[in-house]
């Protein structure tokens, strides 16, 4: 015997399904025209670049510079010798 009923359905998770999936949507919101559906997509994915590259300037203004100094400054503190 089977472990799942024979009509419920296995529902694919793949990535290549989830991209497919995200396709249709696209193309369905669009109402089918491709270049519209590329434009929206291209302008998306600009939009996703100029915040990725905002956040990552607020991130390196939001540390206090005297508390990294030495933790991941490469050279900031001498190197310990190791005892033998």
């Not at 369905?28 to 990725?52: I, K």
Request: charged share 30%; aromatic share 6%; net charge negative.
């Amino acid at each position: 015997m089977s472990a799942q009923p024979a009509e419920q359905q296995v529902e694919d998770t793949s990535i290549d399904a989830e991209i497919t999936s995200l396709i249709e949507d696209l193309l369905e919101e669009h109402e089918g025209f491709e270049r519209a559906a590329f434009r929206g997509l291209a302008r998306s994915y600009l939009v996703l670049l100029s915040e990725s590259s905002r956040l990552a300037l607020d991130a390196d203004r939001s540390c206090s510079r005297g508390f990294l100094r030495g933790l991941f400054s490469e050279g900031a503190r001498p190197e310990r010798e190791q005892e033998p």
